[in-house]
């Protein structure tokens, strides 16, 4: 006899071995749809998680961070299917989760442009509709230190970081948005748990964290998702770009920038300028804040 013990505390007997799926299934059909992953001893594994003993599962859905970032590496292998069905020659390099989306690595034969992204979208999009599995080809084990794995996504298969949705359905609410690089390009997109999400995101930022390289990348996305929390319309550059680049194209579009360096991730504060190049200096997030969400109002 398994016993699963859930988050609310309370226990399920199973009289076999049975995966983190039917866990959710046997909760309720809905929770299973809605699964991207799961939790077993507080360890993110794949719904195909053979669970073989007592535990503590829980399961991850797109509306918790996990899930989001789970949703967005899923898409970075989506994407690396879709550019080799479209160019075969292409050799992959890398992808994942980052920030609000996600990216791939690609050495092509010739430099693609941003024109040509909305051909590679369409065939995401088609790969999505299909409902493609996505199946890690050895299975796991909670205790596992392995940071890459083999997955494969329909007749695909590629090392990458896991866990990854089930299956390409739960993908819908995604763009592509960016590409930089010369012989060796990335990809950028952004993928979200629903359309209103996506559509939310599109919307002009009011302000926008910029990373000096990549060394800052989780501290400027925790900064954004401190302005949200707040309220504030923030979104983040966090793609592998000059920092000069990144506030010359945004200082046209969006009100505020945030620049973070490492003397910033160290001190736990920003660099804030505005669009127009006014030089606001050093600011800790509760002063940005203060400076731009809505004045106050108190009563007499």
């Given at each position: 006899m398994i016993h699963i013990t859930l988050p609310d505390g309370s226990l399920r007997e199973y009289d076999q071995p049975l995966t983190v799926y039917e866990v959710a299934a046997s909760i309720s059909l809905g929770l299973a749809n809605a699964a991207v992953a799961g939790r077993v001893d507080g360890v993110l594994v794949d719904c195909g998680f053979l669970i073989e003993g007592d535990a503590r599962v829980s399961i991850v859905t797109p509306q918790e961070p996990d899930g989001l970032e789970i949703l967005r590496r899923s898409c970075a292998l989506m994407l690396a299917m879709s550019v080799k069905q479209l160019h075969p020659n292409a050799q992959l390099r890398a992808g994942s989760s980052l920030g609000d989306g996600f990216f791939y690595e690609f050495a092509f034969q010739r430099s693609l442009?941003?024109?040509?992204?909305?051909?590679?979208?369409?065939?995401?999009?088609?790969?999505?509709?299909?409902?493609?599995?996505?199946?890690?080809?050895?299975?796991?084990?909670?205790?596992?230190?392995?940071?890459?794995?083999?997955?494969?996504?329909?007749?695909?298969?590629?090392?990458?970081?896991?866990?990854?949705?089930?299956?390409?359905?739960?993908?819908?609410?995604?763009?592509?948005?960016?590409?930089?690089?010369?012989?060796?390009?990335?990809?950028?997109?952004?993928?979200w748990s629903s359309q209103q999400e996506l559509d939310t995101w599109r919307a002009p930022p009011q302000v926008m964290v910029v990373n000096i390289d990549e060394r800052q990348t989780a501290y400027a996305h925790s900064v954004t998702q401190a302005l949200r929390r707040r309220e504030l319309r923030a979104n983040s550059d966090l793609r592998n770009e000059k920092i000069s680049h990144k506030i010359r194209q945004h200082s046209q579009k969006v009100p505020y920038l945030l620049v973070v360096g490492e003397k910033e991730k160290e001190g736990g504060f920003v660099s804030m300028r505005s669009g127009s190049g006014e030089d606001f200096g050093e600011k800790g997030i509760e002063a940005v804040c203060e400076l731009l969400g809505p004045p106050k109002t108190g009563g007499v």
């Open positions: 442009t941003l024109a040509e992204l909305p051909v590679i979208e369409a065939r995401m999009r088609a790969l999505a509709a299909t409902n493609h599995s996505i199946r890690r080809a050895t299975a796991p084990r909670a205790t596992s230190t392995e940071r890459l794995s083999l997955y494969r996504l329909g007749d695909f298969e590629s090392f990458a970081e896991g866990p990854h949705v089930p299956a390409t359905k739960v993908l819908q609410a995604f763009t592509l948005d960016h590409i930089s690089g010369t012989s060796q390009q990335r990809i950028y997109g952004t993928c």
